[in-house]
């Protein structure tokens, strides 16, 4: 059973720019998406009460997830952890508040993975109700799929984004390292920790982002010949489904025809150790942040969590003190790919969502660009043979973000229409 | 008045290595130091149980306060605002976790300005009661002051750490950028807020840093001619007061006695420009940070952080973007300045403390290497003519926290000499 959504219910972004558009119509839309939805997707860990009206402002009717990895004070905030689950923040998050602020709608909290680690929660991903919707930003990724809000907040310290938006054939923007607050969030690794947004379309995710954050963040109209784009080489490339490697050489090639320019790039060997490097920072940064509950309260914590937690303890600061050097070194060598390139291509994910519920997937083929605080934007477009999506990832310069998004919403209609 | 801790109660962190010290016996001291000076001093936001033993762990029987801008699952916690008065956190913060894992005794918790920004807390200078302790971190630096804790936690988004620590004649360590987590504290401008520690001496403060955090901080014998001080020579220095030129004089011409080579540095124009954006930085970052308590709870705020957070939201994400650039580069010119010295040495703050209680001083000469995310420490060592500490800071190399440590600590013995 699909229940993802129609066209017809994923464009209330832009329905706004119809001028006899009354916000609060485009907000009843989101909850009639969640009544029909809601019960089988299990994207929300709680609701907000129906009969709010739209706010005003620039978000004005645009109904809303936010992962429940960020404080909000009128709804109940538990981190996807039993230690939590009597949580009442006094405070919204800094990125909750921006939301409220431009008169958007948070019609829920979106589930999350424990401490938005592993833990799946119990999401189902809206393309088939059979698979996972990845994680761990689940609910966020799930919930716009299904039509039930037009955007959502996640966050991303592996793979949280990325992967979710792919299993779930939605659009997930990344964006540079710092550019959303993450103030009011329950942290993980904070020196990964990332704020980033969902919604349907690349493009509905730029207007979206500009809106919250007075960026600009618009698409721009890009001539392909101008655009250079590097076909990223590495040995991971080799964990990647039959599916996956087809849709990739498939992108590659839409997106020639079309007239970019492609450009092979090997993995440098800074990005190679840098890539194996994320779990000791990731780690040694976990067991700081939830060393407080790994002391008081062991028992409510998943076995996963106090593997990561316990590895991380083993870590030495002078292994941690390391690993950031090798991340700065790497990120140096980043900057400098984009001499040759304008935006670097990769799968999203190993292929697309395992199916049943044991495992959220895996953050393979993004925890480099998260550690390299790169902006990275999942593009929706292809399908395997049992009709789930598969995401390809468009990896742009720090601090590009205007221009990753151009260019993925340009490689979005590529990839479409070639599908 | 003077509440001053005498050379007798300021010892005790060395104590502990002779063996026939009983932990509940040094701790028990700190408590009655708490007796003698706290109806005084004011160091405190609250105490926790006098009947409590010493725990167990490298740090067993050393009295520790905490900057009431961390969480503690034991004690309130109010950020130094009105807006928490009754707000108890369900965990620690995670450098308190840590704390506690080694058996330091977190004896209470210390004054912080209002969210650690610059309203004056209660808190009263041990060197005389008439004074400005500094801040943000007022109560951890008069806490150790005044004896009654051998060591305290405190941090730094400007200079509240170094400019406390000066005031209050004691040590004060702002390590390199994320050495100590910050997890579980109210942060005010995140890409700046940096956790350190305050003890008597800055052998106490290595030594205490190092059983806390399994780093390798101890200081190490060094051979002054192998060592190159800069004398930083900027435009605030017009700023300083005349004794405190004066001391910056005597610091030089002591040091250079004792066979430390030392170096002229005249500011390089890329750290001028930092210097300038350190508040560019701080406010757009704290209009989001505090964006939901201004939103919520407005009447709850002081002018002065009203007037941050206005300033803040004023301020373009492309302004912020833009600084956030200058920071890096100037990043890596405060990097290539080591080629030529080990160490840098600059006053601590414009003089010594203000007398009365109106402002807590002024963060001029602490916030470009906040900003830098260099290890800066204060080195006691002179007074003035009203017998107040003036402080010299040395900062050094991101990274190199032990070598800062052991220099400052060979120049404290050498000021110390001098004065």
Same mark, same amino acid.
């Given at each position: 059973?699909?229940?993802?959504?129609?066209?017809?219910?994923?464009?209330?972004?832009?329905?706004?720019?119809?001028?006899?558009?009354?916000?609060?119509?485009i907000?009843?839309?989101?909850?009639?998406?969640?009544?029909?939805?809601?019960?089988?997707?299990?994207?929300?860990?709680?609701?907000?009460?129906?009969?709010?009206s739209?706010?005003? %402002?620039?978000? &004005? +009717?645009? =109904?809303?997830? $936010?992962?429940?990895?960020?404080? /909000?004070?009128?709804?109940? #905030?538990?981190? *996807?952890?039993e230690?939590?689950?009597?949580?009442?923040?006094?405070?919204?998050?800094?990125?909750?508040?921006?939301?409220?602020?431009?008169?958007?709608?948070?019609?829920?909290?979106?589930?999350?993975?424990?401490?938005?680690?592993?833990?799946?929660?119990?999401?189902?991903?809206?393309?088939?109700?059979?698979?996972?919707?990845? %994680?761990?930003? &689940? +609910?966020? =990724?799930?919930? $716009?799929?299904?039509?039930?809000? /037009?955007?959502?907040?996640? #966050?991303?310290? *592996?793979?949280?984004?990325?992967?979710?938006?792919?299993?779930?054939?939605?659009?997930?923007?990344?964006?540079?390292?710092?550019?959303?607050p993450?103030?009011?969030?329950?942290?993980?690794?904070?020196?990964?920790?990332?704020?980033?947004?969902?919604?349907?379309?690349?493009?509905?995710v730029?207007?979206?982002?500009?809106?919250?954050?007075?960026?600009?963040?618009?698409?721009?109209?890009?001539?392909?010949?101008?655009?250079?784009?590097?076909?990223?080489?590495?040995?991971?490339?080799s964990?990647?489904?039959?599916?996956?490697?087809?849709?990739?050489?498939?992108?590659?090639?839409?997106?020639?025809?079309?007239?970019f320019?492609?450009?092979?790039?090997?993995?440098?060997a800074?990005?190679?150790?840098?890539?194996?490097?994320h779990?000791?920072?990731?780690?040694?940064?976990?067991?700081?942040?939830?060393?407080?509950?790994?002391?008081r309260?062991?028992d409510?914590?998943?076995?996963?969590?106090?593997?990561?937690?316990?590895?991380?303890?083993?870590?030495?600061?002078?292994?941690?003190?390391?690993?950031?050097?090798?991340?700065?070194?790497?990120?140096?060598?980043?900057?400098?790919?984009?001499d040759?390139?304008?935006?670097?291509?990769?799968?999203s994910?190993?292929?697309?969502?395992?199916?049943?519920?044991?495992?959220?997937?895996?953050?393979?083929?993004?925890?480099?660009?998260?550690?390299?605080?790169?902006?990275?934007?999942?593009?929706?477009?292809?399908?395997?043979?049992?009709?789930?999506?598969?995401?390809?990832?468009?990896?742009?310069?720090?601090?590009?973000?205007?221009?990753?998004?151009?260019?993925?919403?340009a490689?979005?209609?590529?990839?479409?229409?070639?599908?």
């Open positions: 059973m699909s229940l993802f959504a129609p066209q017809s219910v994923r464009s209330n972004l832009f329905d706004r720019d119809q001028s006899n558009v009354d916000p609060d119509d907000l009843q839309r989101s909850w009639n998406r969640v009544d029909e939805a809601e019960q089988k997707v299990q994207a929300f860990t709680c609701l907000s009460n129906k009969t709010h739209a706010a005003q %402002g620039p978000l &004005a +009717g645009i =109904a809303v997830g $936010v992962k429940d990895i960020f404080d /909000t004070h009128d709804l109940p #905030t538990a981190y *996807g952890s230690i939590y689950q009597d949580n009442q923040p006094k405070v919204d998050a800094a990125i909750v508040a921006m939301l409220r602020s431009k008169g958007a709608s948070i019609i829920g909290k979106t589930t999350t993975t424990e401490f938005a680690f592993f833990k799946p929660t119990k999401t189902k991903n809206p393309n088939n109700l059979d698979y996972s919707p990845g %994680g761990s930003s &689940a +609910g966020s =990724a799930a919930a $716009v799929a299904a039509g039930m809000v /037009t955007a959502a907040i996640g #966050t991303q310290t *592996g793979g949280s984004m990325v992967r979710p938006a792919a299993f779930c054939g939605v659009a997930g923007f990344k964006p540079s390292y710092r550019i959303l993450t103030t009011g969030m329950k942290y993980f690794a904070q020196s990964l920790d990332t704020a980033g947004t969902f919604a349907k379309s690349v493009a509905d730029a207007t979206f982002t500009s809106l919250l954050t007075d960026r600009d963040l618009e698409i721009e109209e890009l001539n392909p010949s101008d655009i250079r784009i590097g076909i990223y080489k590495n040995d991971i490339l964990e990647a489904s039959d599916d996956m490697i087809a849709a990739f050489k498939q992108a590659a090639k839409a997106a020639e025809t079309a007239g320019k492609l450009v092979n790039l090997d993995e440098p800074e990005l190679k150790t840098a890539h194996e490097l779990s000791t920072i990731q780690c040694f940064e976990a067991a700081q942040a939830l060393g407080p509950e790994f002391a309260y062991p409510l914590l998943s076995d996963k969590i106090k593997e990561a937690i316990n590895e991380g303890m083993a870590i030495t600061p002078a292994e941690y003190d390391n690993a950031r050097r090798s991340a700065k070194n790497a990120r140096r060598k980043t900057h400098s790919l984009y040759d390139v304008d935006v670097i291509l990769t799968p994910a190993p292929g697309a969502a395992p199916k049943g519920f044991a495992t959220t997937g895996v953050a393979t083929f993004n925890k480099l660009w998260t550690l390299m605080g790169s902006p990275c934007v999942n593009i929706p477009a292809f399908r395997d043979g049992n009709n789930m999506p598969l995401g390809i990832q468009a990896v742009g310069k720090f601090g590009r973000d205007k221009q990753t998004l151009s260019i993925a919403h490689l979005q209609a590529t990839f479409e229409k070639s599908a």
